[in-house]
């Protein structure tokens, strides 16, 4: 069992993979964490140990997110902080950068930063020749959210 003197209000997935988290919604977290007295993990400056390989992302995937951006970085390991991640988004100059050790990570880091469904991102990232069908397939999900 993990101690909480460590816990932490946060309002993103990527922190819980640092410790433990109480997680909240971006616009009630700040507040939540005043309420039970505990730090609010937020730091934008926060950015894995190493930068990672550039890589484009696959033109079919971001059909499916066009919000999403046109590179990301890559790496065998991805460690934040000295803690081993399998995804983390960091912001720079030029806006959020994706970081992830597999395309279940790259699907969460996208996740987070297009609000898309990770679990379809994925399968896109796994199979880019089917992320035309996997999009038109999402056209009746519009709405349900």
Known sequence: MESTDDLAVAASLRWAQLGPVVPASPDVAEALAELLDLPLED??????????????????????????????????ILTVEGRPVAWWVSATSAGQVPHAVSSAGLARALAELTGADALLLEAALR??????ALSAERAWDIGRD
């Open 43 to 76: 730091a934008t400056d926060l950015a894995p140990d190493e930068p990672g390989e550039l890589v484009e992302l696959d033109a079919r995937v971001r059909a499916v997110v066009p919000d999403a951006p046109d590179t990301w970085r890559s790496h065998d």
């Open 127 to 132: 199979d880019p020749d089917r992320a035309e």
